[in-house]
C-alpha cells in the first residue's frame, strides 16, 4: 500500500503531508508526556520488530504470499501514540533506506498507514473491547476486527488520494481498492490474532493495559454511540463518493474541465466504466461494505474462540 | 548473498559522489524528486535528461549497478500495480506511461543515494536539521537493531524448520505468527536491557 513517487498531485502531497505532519506531532507531544521514560527504547526497538515480522511470508494460495502490514499489531502491543512514531519510523526507514514508498508521498504514505492506520485500530480495539469485556477471547476478538478495519481504513484513504489526484475514477479506485483489502484485512486480522495470541500467553503483561470495565449503563451507551457512527458511514459514504462528481459536474458547467481534460486524447464519461454505478451504487456500496465487516467481524470471533481455547494443542511455550 | 545484498543497500566505495557531504546529497536527492514529480506530464525530453544524469553519477560513483537494477526490479512491480489502475481510466495510456516514467526515475534516485550513502549519516542529517529528537533516536535504534533482529527471526525460523517436518498452510501461519510472538517477547525483554544500557550512560528522555 505504499504510494511510490510520480502519483499523487501536489495538492493532494500537500494536504496530506500537513495532517500527517499534525497526527506525528500529536503523537510525539503525547509519548514525551505521557510514556515512561523506560518505554521509550521499545518504540525503536518495536519499529524494527514490525519491520522484521513483515518479511515473515504466509502462503496463501498457489505460490503466493501474504505478509503483515503490522499496524494493528503496533496498536495494541504499544499503544496509540507509540505506535504512530514506531509506524512513522518503519515508514522512513523504508522510504529513506531501500526507496520503498515515495519521498513526496512520504507524508500520504505516513498518514494512510502510520496515523490513520493505528488511530483506527485503538478506537476499534478500546470500542469492542469495552463491550466484549475482558478476557482473552474477547481481546483476540477486538484485536482482529481492530486489524481488518485498520487495513480498510488505510486502503480507502489511500484510494481517495489516487482519485483525488486524478491517477483514477473515484469509483474505480474505492471499488478496487476496498474489495482487494477486504480479502487482505482478513488476513491481516488472523495474522494479527495469532502474533497477539503468542503474547498474551507468554508475557499478558505486555499487551496493553485493559481498560477498566464500564457499568452496564455505559456500555449501552457505547453500543448506541458505535451504531450512530455506523450509521452516519452508512449515510455519509455515498455522499462522500459522490461528492467528487459533483465538482467535476461543477468544473464542467464553468468549463475548467475542457482545459484538464485537453491532455486527454478521449474524454469518455467517467462513469460509464465504473463498476458500481449500477442501478442504485449508493446502495450496492453500503451493502458490500456492511457485508464485509460482518465477515470480517465473524471471522475475528471464531478465530478468537479457537484460540481462547483453554488448553491448546500446538501451544508448547 | 542476495538476502545481504538487499538489506543494506550502501556500497562502500571511495569516488567523489561517494565523498560528497550526506546533506547535500540528501538535499540534492530530494531536490530531483520534487522536480520529477512536479514535472509536466509529458516532458519527455527532461525526463531523458534526468535519466542520463542518473546514468553518469551512478558510473561516476562506480555503484554496483546489478544491485541497484536488481532492487529496481523489485520496487517495480508496486509502481506498475497502481500504474495499471490509471489504464481504467478512458484515456489513460498517456497518463500511465508518464507516471511510470515518473515513478521509476524517482525509484533510480533513492536507490542511487541509498548505494552511495551511509543511513547513518543520513541519520545525522536529520538530527542537524532538527526533526524531533523522539523521532531520531527511534530510527537510530530501528536501524541499530534491524539487522540484531531480523538474524534473531532467522534462527528461531531455522531452529523451528529442523524439529518440523510437516508444513501444511495452517501450520505454516501457526508457526510463522509463533515466531513472530516470540521476536516481540524478545524484543521487550532486549528493549529493557537497552534501556538500562543507555542510563548507564547518561542518556535522558
Known sequence: M????????ARTLAATAGLAAVGLGLALR???RNLPPRRVPLIGLAAAFVFAA????FPVAAGTSGHLIGAALAAVLLGPAAAIVAMTAVLLLQALMFADGGITALGANVLNLAVIAPLVAHGVYRGVRSIAGEGQQATLLATGFAAWCS???AALSCAAQLAASGVVAWGTALAAMGSVHMLIGLGEAVITMLIVAVVMRARPELITPAVPTMPRTHRRAVAYGAALAISLMVLVAPFASSLPDGLEHVAERFGFASLAAASQPAPLPDYTLVPLAGASPWLATVLAG???ALVAFAVAWFVA?????PVHPTARR | MLRDRLLSPYRHGSSAVHRLPAGAKLLAAVGCVFLI???????????????VGLIAVSLAARADLRGMLIRLLLLEPFVLGIALLALLKPGGVPLFLSMLTKSTLCLATMILLTATTRFSDLLAVLWRIRVPALLVTTLALMHRYLFVLVEEMERMQRARRSRTFVAGRTSAWRNSAQVAGQLFV???ERAERVYLAMCARGWKA
Do not use: C, K
Open chain 1, 54 to 57: 513483515q518479511m515473515l511470508n
Open chain 1, 290 to 292: 456492511a457485508l464485509g
Open chain 1, 305 to 309: 474462540r479457537v484460540l481462547a481455547a
Open chain 2, 186 to 188: 524478545r524484543t521487550s
Open chain 1, 30 to 32: 503525547e509519548v514525551r
Open chain 1, 151 to 153: 487495513t480498510m481504513a
Open chain 2, 37 to 51: 514529480v512536479l514535472l509536466p506530464r509529458s516532458a519527455w525530453w527532461t525526463y531523458a535528461a534526468i535519466a
Open chain 1, 2 to 9: 505504499h504510494v511510490p513517487d510520480g502519483f499523487l498531485d
